[in-house]
């Protein structure tokens, strides 16, 4: 495999699989997949979910791994090397433009996380309903600009680690936060399981009543599964660029997509036998985090401890955002700092500046109704632009170009790593059946359902 010299690359195996998993790992596995498990029935939502997953997981990251090592440079470079022609250089500006999209309006939740991390160490969190409803309902206010304040600054703040560089900032931050985050979910998964009738939200995640399965559940699980893991975003694309050329594809792919869906089941474990055991049914969408848990918090534990798991809590969706702003970060400043004379550092200044204009336009649209397009908000038109459309593309592309466009001795190197690893026959056969077919069909029909077309 002929690759650029002296490229940068993460230093060691571990700094990969955390910081991709990072990328992966974040709010909408701590936050949107029980939400959508407890609206779609628990177990049954939760089996479908681990089967698309891996089947519709290990081989969407696996086509953005071969075209982003092949490469060797951000995803615009890559694209275009991988097509073999300029053109396929959009499928990467489409998932650059998506990321810092996402990293603009994904950046206001991520400042409220902020905002109750700090309350809830001034144990301001807890309290009756009625006073966590004015919580909430305070920081929303119209003439409260703080959420957009704290937006730009959860910018910044992945911005000081994004000019490190990869070794000393992205590697160096994710081997500390994903550790962190995933003893954080021990630590609550103990304290949530040590409760009266705890056993009921176990029951709930994990014993599967069949009879809930139906066309609906499993366009669910099938949308949970293809946005968990990052794919359309052009971030697994990017950090696959860092690659040393013995890494081995398949075996970091398969650990990361596994390290993703446990991520996601200790979160249900986390929040569904805690929920269970006070009769709150988890299931309340974005308030969930905000308003729900706390009164989960304040019924379930005595105050004392309760006030110690709101700081865990809190702390553990401040490092989620983290890890995922990152990534999403560095998509945009890899393109910049490699196809303009800016530097690294100007590079990342020029998208913290882009995204900060869409996070306090997410933001504000959010507390003044009627700012927005289509009667959505900004923060919703934001979303569904990527969700429904740039993500959905962006993956297509992506899988039908390692399947139908690249030349398969190209990809055969990047998955035996020139050789490095023995190319076994059925994997190559699996792997070229699912990019080529399955995958391919699996996200039309998540583009069609997302499109109200199925």
Not at 4 to 16: C, M, P, Y
Not at 241 to 257: D, G, P
Not at 401 to 425: D, H, Q
């Amino acid at each position: 495999m002929e690759k650029e010299q002296n490229k940068v690359t993460f230093a060691t195996r571990l700094g990969i699989i955390f910081a991709t998993a990072g990328s992966a790992v974040g709010l909408g596995n701590i936050w949107h997949f029980p939400t959508t498990c407890g609206q779609n029935g628990g177990a049954a939502f939760v089996l479908l979910y681990v089967i698309i997953t891996l089947l519709i997981g290990i081989p969407g990251m696996m086509g953005e791994f071969i075209i982003g090592r092949n490469g060797g440079k951000n995803a615009v470079s890559s694209y275009r090397k991988a097509g073999g022609k300029k053109v396929f250089g959009i499928i990467g500006a489409i998932g650059v433009l998506g990321g810092s999209l996402i990293l603009g309006f994904y950046s206001v939740i991520a400042g409220w996380c902020v905002y109750y991390f700090g309350l809830a160490l001034g144990d301001g969190v807890l309290g009756s309903q009625e006073h966590i409803n004015n919580t909430f309902a305070h920081l929303m206010a119209p003439d409260n600009y703080m959420p957009c304040i704290l937006s730009v600054a959860f910018i910044l703040l992945t911005q000081m680690i994004i000019v490190r560089g990869v070794r000393k900032g992205i590697e160096w931050a994710s081997k500390i936060m994903v550790p962190t985050l995933i003893m954080l979910l021990i630590l609550l998964i103990g304290a949530s399981c040590s409760l009266p009738n705890a056993f009921d939200g176990i029951r709930f995640l994990l014993n599967p009543d069949f009879t809930k399965l139906n066309a609906h559940v499993a366009f669910k699980a099938l949308g949970e599964a293809f946005f968990s893991l990052s794919l359309g975003t052009a971030c697994l694309c990017t950090y696959a660029s860092y690659f040393k050329e013995e890494t081995n594809l398949l075996r970091s792919t398969v650990e990361i997509t596994l390290i993703d869906v446990a991520v996601a089941m200790m979160a249900g474990l986390m929040i569904f036998p805690a929920a269970f055991s006070v009769n709150v049914e988890p299931d309340a969408g974005p308030s969930l985090v905000f308003m729900t848990m706390p009164n989960v918090f304040e019924q379930a534990f005595p105050h004392s401890v309760a006030y110690v798991v709101s700081v865990m809590f809190y702390l553990l969706l401040t490092i989620a955002a983290l890890t995922s702003t990152i990534s999403m970060h560095e998509i945009g400043t890899a393109v910049i700092s490699q196809e303009t004379p800016l530097s690294r550092s100007k590079a990342a200044w020029v998208v913290s500046a882009f995204c900060s204009v869409i996070g306090v336009l997410s933001a504000y649209s959010l507390s003044h109704k009627g700012v927005g397009l289509f009667g959505d908000s900004f923060f919703d038109n934001f979303d569904k632009l990527t969700a429904n459309i740039m993500l959905p593309l962006g993956a297509l592309c992506t899988i039908l170009i390692v399947g139908w466009v690249m030349p398969k001795e190209t990809v055969m190197a990047e998955l035996t790593s020139g050789g490095l690893y023995p190319r076994r026959a059925w994997v190559v056969k699996t792997f070229y059946f699912f990019s080529r077919i399955v995958c391919p069909i699996l996200i039309v029909c998540i583009f069609m359902n997302k499109l109200d077309i199925i």
